[in-house]
C-alpha cells in the first residue's frame, strides 16, 4: 500500500487515476483547485477511508506533513478552450506548481510523475512522433501558453532527476477520450458526440484532415500507473497509434449515433498540428503496455456517459 498524492484529482484522467489506484489498495491525497474541472468527478468518493481531498492551486505551494510515497501532478487546463481562458494560470501550474511538487518529492523522497503532453512535440515535421523527436513549436502562438510550460515542466523534472533531487518519470500523453469528460470540454470526442445527440450541426475546424490518434481513458490510466511504479525515467509517449482524421471521428461518431447532423467546416485555429500519431515502441518494450481496447468500444462507453450527463 503506498501513500500518492495526486495534484489534477478532479480532473478527466486524474480522477480515473484515484479510482484505479484506490482500487488497487492504495491510499490516495488528491488535490485540486478546480480552474477546470468540479467536485462531481470526485463527489463519489467522498467518505472512502482510502482518499482525502485538499482544495488547493499547487502553483502557491504544497504544505503535506505526513508521508509520502509517490507525487503526480496531473494539474493543468488542458483543452486550448481552457488554456486560452487561462493562460497566465496554465504557464504557473506548469512552472511553480510543478516546482512546488517537485520540492515536496525531494522533502518526502518520493517519486514523482510528471503528466506531459504530445503537444510538446507542436505541429511535428514527422510521424509517428518518438520520444526522441524535439518538435516544432511556436513559442509566441496561441497554443504557446500550454505547449511551453509543458515544455518547461519536463526541463526542470529532468533537472530535478540528473541532479539526483529527485527520482522522476515524465509521461507524455495523447489524445484521451472517455468518461468524465465536460460537457463544454471544447475537444473533439465530447464537442461531436453533444452535437450529434442534440441534432446539432457538428463542427470540425479547417477541412478535417488533420490527424489525430484517440486513446480510451481505461487504457491510458493503465499505461499510466504501468510507467509510475516502473524505474523508467526519461520520457514516455502513452496513446493509442491508430490514427484518423479529425473529419473521419466526426463522421464515425455520427454513424454510430445514427444522427442526421450535417457536418459544418469552421476556420482551422492558429497552429493547429495537422498530424499527431505516437510511436509507442518505448512503452512497449520498458513498460510491457500498449492499448486494448477498440476505438467502437471505448464511444460506446463515452457516448453512455455523455447521454446520462444530457437527461
Keep these: 500500500m503506498a501513500e500518492i498524492l495526486i495534484a489534477g484529482a478532479a480532473g478527466f484522467i486524474g480522477s480515473h487515476l484515484c479510482d484505479r489506484l484506490i482500487g488497487e489498495g492504495h491510499n490516495i491525497i488528491g488535490v485540486d483547485n478546480f480552474i477546470s474541472s468540479d467536485g462531481s468527478n470526485i463527489k463519489h ?3 472512502n477511508k482510502s482518499f482525502r481531498f485538499i482544495e488547493k492551486n499547487i502553483s502557491d505551494g504544497i504544505d503535506y506533513t505526513d508521508k509520502l510515497d509517490y507525487i503526480m501532478n496531473m494539474a493543468s487546463p488542458a483543452s486550448p478552450v481552457d488554456y486560452a481562458n487561462h493562460p497566465l494560470e496554465t504557464l504557473k501550474v506548469g512552472s511553480y506548481g510543478t516546482h512546488a511538487c517537485l520540492e515536496l518529492a525531494r522533502e518526502k523522497k518520493a517519486v514523482f510523475l510528471m503528466a506531459s503532453t504530445s503537444e510538446i512535440y507542436g505541429d511535428p515535421e514527422i510521424s509517428p512522433q518518438p520520444e526522441g523527436y524535439w518538435g516544432n513549436v511556436n513559442t ?3 497554443r504557446s501558453c500550454y505547449d511551453e510550460a509543458k ?3 519536463e526541463a526542470l523534472t529532468h533537472t530535478y532527476q540528473v541532479e539526483g533531487w529527485a527520482d522522476t518519470r515524465i ?4 489524445n484521451t477520450f472517455g468518461s468524465r469528460m465536460r460537457l463544454k470540454d471544447g475537444r473533439a470526442v465530447p464537442n461531436f458526440i453533444i452535437q450529434a445527440l442534440n441534432g446539432e450541426p457538428i463542427t470540425v475546424y479547417g477541412d478535417g484532415s488533420q490527424t489525430r490518434s ?3 481513458v481505461d487504457d491510458q490510466v493503465d499505461g499510466i500507473i504501468k510507467l509510475l511504479f516502473s524505474s523508467v525515467t526519461s520520457p514516455v509517449n502513452i496513446g493509442n497509434p491508430k490514427e484518423m482524421t479529425i473529419l473521419e471521428m466526426a463522421e ?3 454513424d454510430t449515433l ?4 450535417e457536418i459544418v467546416m469552421k476556420p482551422l485555429p492558429g497552429d493547429d498540428p495537422k498530424q499527431r500519431r505516437p510511436d509507442i515502441t518505448k512503452a512497449k518494450e520498458l513498460l510491457g503496455w500498449e ?5 467502437e468500444d471505448g464511444l460506446e462507453k463515452t457516448i453512455e456517459f455523455f447521454r446520462k450527463a444530457l437527461a
Excluded at 258 to 261: E, N, P, R
Design 45 to 47: 468518493l467522498e467518505g
Design 140 to 142: 509566441v502562438g496561441p
Design 151 to 153: 515544455r518547461f515542466s
Design 171 to 174: 509521461l507524455r500523453t495523447f
Design 214 to 216: 484517440f486513446c480510451y
Design 252 to 254: 464515425k461518431i455520427r
Design 258 to 261: 445514427g444522427s442526421k447532423s
Design 291 to 295: 492499448p486494448k481496447w477498440s476505438l
